[in-house]
């Protein structure tokens, strides 16, 4: 249980906000010419980190936006917010 | 065995006040090299290592495990067993697991305290209705013993229930499987580990695995904190920080690690002598043999490997046991915890070789692993002995994500994910 600041709302309580999972998966772009290893990293396969990851959240219970989170997840500690479409943060 | 647990050794031990029992297994260091290495000390983990030595007579091998045996989610659950899945694998699997359980305490002369009173699953919509009943039949045709309740029989079984009509999500029935139980979780690693331990298997604590050792497809060993030690096979039975192992082996799993939660209250008197879940209001509940009501919550949304969990997850299951069982209103809770738990997206688990030769991953056993210990221990050790599935686990490849042919189990596994 954890703040999220989000980049429309600002500061909010995590339980009003619904997790997407790992951001900056990219949808096939020819997904006739996919076999079936890369439909399988596509759709299953996960970094699942320890440590700093990139996601995705949806303030679902707010202005019904997405945007991207960098988390830590072996300690919850939130490093940065952006915007769909922005290049992620580098550390 | 040199030190076989009976009455006569307790009557013994007693009259010596209990101070002269021998250590129940060794704090060996670490050899140079092994047979096989099982990372990961939890109930699994020493199920592999016993059933590697006692039917595949491998020996030479260790648990390395990186706080002390049975310290992650073999002590955090909440000791369900039961058979009762959707899918002929699934109940192949899981049914091979409780049938061990029946004997279990016997095998390892250690008092598992597996108690098959019973596990009663509530439906309070019709969809709930359709699936529990299509549930059962599925079960009965794979001989599973399962039986559909109406609500009366529901009361009848466990009469604390509240079974009006007028709460929010109303109790319309419900399964009954007779053979499943609980088990004591702590028991389960101890008396794996002792029973391996006398096999000579080496059970090596505070030893954190730091690196898989590869060389080109084969692996070599594993860096630990206690230094290198070589290996041809490795048994990987980390759950939640199975996606950790599996990055230091360069790769990739379908898997995500989330806090699932669970509590328990202060300890009370006899009141219910069975286990009750409700996937649909998401509330489990039990009663230890010590009187502590066992209640089992939800995962939070995210991936976390914090081992806590969320507020806001514990007081809706708690909401959900209130209007289930009212007499609990002035229940005090002692104790709440947070265990990380590997979720396939089938929710099914992954018993199977990988692409890397010598290198074995059990994983993804998500919010109900501890139900199949013994099963789960017994399979593995015979995929990693004959590089092999056993037919029981065949189902549970990695393969089966690129092939399609998962083993969708969300309806069956009781925590929504």
């Not at chain 2, 030893?207 to 898989?212: L, Q, Y």
């Not at chain 2, 995210?302 to 069982?325: C, D, P, W």
């Not at chain 2, 947070?338 to 890397?356: E, L, N, R």
């Amino acid at each position: 249980m954890f703040i999220i600041n989000c980049p429309y709302c600002g500061e909010r309580d995590q339980t009003e906000f619904s997790c997407g999972g790992e951001a900056h998966i990219e949808r096939p772009k020819q997904p006739t010419e996919l076999s079936d290893d890369q439909w399988a990293e596509y759709l299953f396969m996960r970094k699942n980190i320890k440590g700093i990851q990139f996601e995705r959240w949806n303030h679902i219970h707010g202005c019904r936006k997405w945007f991207n989170v960098v988390r830590d997840t072996s300690n919850d500690k939130i490093h940065a917010v952006y915007k769909m479409g922005e290049r992620p943060p580098v550390k | 065995m040199s030190n076989k647990y009976s009455i006569f050794s307790l009557i013994k031990n007693a009259l010596s006040g209990h101070e002269n029992w021998q250590r129940a297994w060794r704090d060996p260091e670490p050899k140079k090299e092994y047979d096989a290495i099982i990372i990961g000390g939890g109930g699994h983990g020493l199920a592999t290592a016993y059933y590697l030595a006692k039917k595949h007579k491998m020996n030479n091998i260790a648990v390395v495990e990186k706080g002390w045996i049975g310290g992650g989610n073999t002590g955090r659950n909440t000791t369900i067993i039961r058979s009762n899945y959707l899918w002929d694998a699934s109940a192949g699997l899981y049914d091979h697991a409780l049938k061990i359980w029946e004997g279990l305490s016997q095998e390892l002369n250690y008092n598992v305290m597996f108690s098959q009173r019973g596990v009663m699953n509530l439906a309070h919509n019709l969809q709930d209705v359709r699936d529990l009943k299509r549930r059962t039949h599925a079960n009965r045709l794979n001989g599973i013993d399962a039986v559909w309740l109406n609500t009366e029989e529901v009361k009848k079984f466990c009469p604390i229930i509240n079974t009006s009509p007028k709460i929010r999500y109303p109790v319309l029935g419900g399964t009954l499987q007779r053979r499943a139980g609980t088990a004591r979780h702590d028991a389960v690693a101890w008396g794996y580990a002792r029973g391996a331990d006398e096999m000579g298997v080496d059970i090596i604590q505070n030893c954190e695995v730091k690196g898989i050792k590869r060389n080109g497809n084969e692996v070599e060993g594993i860096e630990t904190t206690k230094g290198f030690i070589k290996t041809k096979k490795i048994g990987v039975v980390a759950a939640g920080h199975s996606s950790v192992i599996a990055n230091m082996a360069g790769i990739r799993l379908p898997l995500e690690s989330k806090p699932l939660q669970a509590l328990v209250s202060e300890p009370v008197k006899p009141i219910i002598d069975t286990v009750v879940m409700s996937n649909a209001v998401h509330a489990y509940l039990s009663q230890s043999d010590k009187g502590e009501l066992v209640i089992g919550a939800g995962t939070d949304s995210y991936v976390s490997y914090t081992q806590k969990g969320s507020h806001n997850i514990v007081e809706e299951t708690l909401r959900a046991i209130l209007e289930l069982y009212p007499i609990f209103s002035r229940m005090k809770m002692l104790r709440q915890w947070g265990g990380i738990v590997d979720i396939c997206p089938d929710a099914s688990p992954i018993i199977s070789k990988t692409q890397v030769k010598g290198l074995y991953f059990n994983c993804g056993w998500g919010t109900g692993g501890f139900k199949a210990t013994p099963g789960s221990g017994d399979l593995f050790a015979h995929t990693i002995a004959n590089d092999e599935p056993h037919k029981l686990n065949a189902a549970f490849n990695l393969n089966r994500f690129v092939s399609g042919d998962l083993v969708d189990e969300h309806g069956a596994a009781a925590v929504a994910h």
